[in-house]
């Protein structure tokens, strides 16, 4: 596995947490109403009670995660994760993975879920390594969603 630096967000990555998301988004799907809204109010994940997660690699960001929280349902969704192309392969989804469910836990946060698409075959092995198990579909925020996932403590 690469050598990579696992980093909390901070105001510099917001840019490339909405270039990478925007790149995979795009190449495979279309951009979503409830991606727009959050890829324009990156900040608000924060605000809300979540955090972005970026992987450098030599100072160089290429890859993001976020832990989205929803006042709603008290719930938290593993979402918007990205890795740039050119590194696709070395681990960084699997690192940004395992930060996200330690940061979790160490936080008390017990349940997490995510919307995917099984045309992503890559993220759906790497969800399942990680510990996340397919659920039937409720309440989906993406049209492109066609497997939910949960992982429990």
């Given at each position: 596995m690469a050598e990579v630096n696992?980093?909390?967000?901070?105001?510099?990555?917001?840019?490339d947490f909405i270039r990478l998301n925007t790149e995979w988004?795009?190449?495979?799907?279309?951009?979503?109403?409830?991606?727009?809204?959050t890829l324009e109010n990156v900040e608000d994940i924060i605000t809300n009670g979540?955090?972005?997660?970026?992987?450098?690699?030599?100072?160089e960001v290429v890859g993001c995660c976020a832990l989205i929280k929803h006042a709603h349902n008290d719930s938290y969704e593993?979402?918007?994760?990205a890795v740039s192309p050119t590194v696709q392969g070395l681990g960084f989804g699997r690192r940004l993975g395992e930060y996200l469910i330690n940061y979790a836990k160490e936080r008390n946060?017990?349940?997490l879920f995510l919307e995917g698409n099984t045309k992503m075959e890559a993220s759906i092995i790497l969800y399942r390594k990680l510990g996340f198990k397919?659920?039937?579909?409720?309440?989906?925020?993406?049209?492109?969603?066609?497997?939910?996932m949960v992982f429990s403590v």
């Open positions: 696992i980093e909390l967000y901070k105001p510099i990555y917001k840019q988004i795009t190449t495979y799907f279309v951009l979503e109403e409830s991606d727009l809204k979540g955090q972005i997660f970026l992987a450098l690699l030599d100072g593993l979402a918007k994760m946060i017990d349940h397919e659920v039937p579909i409720t309440d989906s925020s993406y049209d492109r969603c066609n497997i939910m």
